[in-house]
Structure formats: C-alpha cells, structure tokens
C-alpha cells in the first residue's frame, strides 16, 4: 500500500538526529557552515581532476559493494525501468521522495553506513532500493557494465573542508570521472559555497555541464538538509547533465 503521509509529516517522523561526528563546527545559528582554512576553490582542484582523467580510478571492488551491484544488476534485469541513483544516501530518506516523484523509475540510494540505513522508514512505494555500499567502486561496477543513469542524485556529501582534504571531497577523488561515464542528470547539493563552485568547475573537466545556484528547499529533501536549513545556512545546489 502506498503511503498516504505527507511529506512534511514523514519528515517529521525520522528523529532527526545525525550520529556521525560533525566535521564542521555549528555551535549556534549565527555560525557560518563551516570552519576551512580555504578562502576560494582550491587552487589544485584542476590537477587533481585532470590527473585523475589521465589515470583512471582502480581499487579492487569490496565484497558488500560488489554484492549490492549484483542485487542492483539483477533487480535491473527483472524490471528493465531508467535507473536512479542517490549516492550518500544516509538514512535514505531522500531515495524515497525520489522513488515517490518519479514512479517508473528504480531508485537506488547508496550508503556505507549500515548504522544510517538501518533508521530507514519506509514508505509504501516499491520502486527503490538501499544498497550498504562503497559508492565510488559501486559507480565503477556500473560503469563497467555500461549501465547508464537517469538521473544521480548527490545530497550533501561529507565536505571535508580542510585545504589538505580536497583528495577526499567527491570531486577530489580518483573515481570523480566515472562520474560522466554514467550519464543522464545530475544535482548535488551542499551549504559550502565553495564546495559547489569546486564541483562545478571539476564537473565542467569530465563534461558535465551545468550550474551553481542558492536555492530554498520546498521541503527538505535529506535530514542533512533540514539541519542546515533550520540552522539558517545558505543551501546550495549544482545541477547539471553528463554531455558526453
Ligand atoms: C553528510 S551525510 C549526508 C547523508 C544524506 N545524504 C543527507 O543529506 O542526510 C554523508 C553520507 O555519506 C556517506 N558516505 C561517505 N562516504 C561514502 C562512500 N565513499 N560511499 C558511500 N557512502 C559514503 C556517509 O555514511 C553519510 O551517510
């Protein structure tokens, strides 16, 4: 039976709290986002992201990611619908909304955290999936099997916002190129402007195009989301398209 809850009152029914220790420090409402060390977009980013092109991402796929592809590629198979991803899914709360808006589509939400999935409430609908996986060999497993996307969805992911951590932000990783192998559409949203610009500009190197902009959320999409908003941060989302 699908769920006849709204969405402001399946919001409120998570418990909103986000366990992981905070890598940023949002004493009060007044705090900016984030405290880093960068005043700009880091001045390596293009490097970064042109030696990765050049010498592309390998690290053995780990068995619970390669398990969650199988499940992914089998349950593919059996319903042939356009795929979507919701890579960082935490509680996967933003895979359902997903799943609710877009009902001839498989939706897929990634995570590594078990802890986060298992407070997962779910809704009536059937079209998605939650996946414990490592998201960066999960792309590359798709990739591989060239299997191409809808639509990917990255909701805030960890900003890592220190100059000496850019390696480890989305953009910064080795794996970011398979990134414009998968195709189709793609959002990211953050509350570090400068996170956005970097991803924007790193996107534009693997060819996705688009745009960063501020945006008010209609209602929150992630948990993350609804923290940063209520806190009074700026949210900010690139949206784009793989051209390639
Ligand atoms: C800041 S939280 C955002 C969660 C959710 N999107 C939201 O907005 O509420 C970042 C999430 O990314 C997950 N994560 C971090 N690195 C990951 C990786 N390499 N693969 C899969 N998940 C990862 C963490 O477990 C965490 O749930």
Same mark, same amino acid.
């Given at each position: 039976m699908r769920s006849v809850l709204t969405r402001q009152a399946r919001v409120a029914g998570y418990d909103g709290k986000v366990t992981v220790s905070p890598q940023t420090n949002q004493p009060d409402l007044t705090a900016p986002a984030l405290t880093t060390d960068q005043l700009g977009p880091h001045p390596d980013l293009k490097e970064i992201v042109q030696h990765h092109e050049r010498h592309p991402w390998r690290k053995p796929c780990p068995a619970h990611t390669r398990a969650a592809f199988e499940q992914l590629f089998d349950r593919l198979q059996r319903e042939q619908r356009p795929l979507i991803l919701d890579s960082f899914? +935490?509680? +996967?709360m933003s895979t359902a909304l997903i799943a609710e808006a877009h009902p001839d589509a498989l939706v897929v939400g990634i995570d590594q955290s078990a802890h986060r999935l298992a407070k997962h409430q779910a809704t009536g609908a059937r079209n998605y999936l939650l996946l414990r996986a490592e998201a960066e060999p999960l792309w590359s497993c798709l990739a591989e099997a060239d299997i191409t996307l809808q639509s990917h969805w990255l909701l805030y992911p960890n900003p890592w916002p220190k100059a000496a951590q850019i390696k480890k932000r989305v953009h910064g990783h080795g794996a970011f190129p398979v990134l414009s192998r998968l195709g189709g559409a793609l959002e990211l949203r953050t509350n570090w402007d400068i996170f956005a610009q970097e991803f924007c500009q790193a996107a534009a190197l693997i060819g996705i195009n688009g745009e960063t902009e501020s945006f008010i959320p209609n209602s929150p999409m992630t948990l993350f989301e609804r923290k940063y908003w209520d806190r009074g941060h700026t949210l900010w989302r690139f949206r784009g398209k793989c051209v390639n």
């Open positions: 899914c +935490g509680t +996967g």
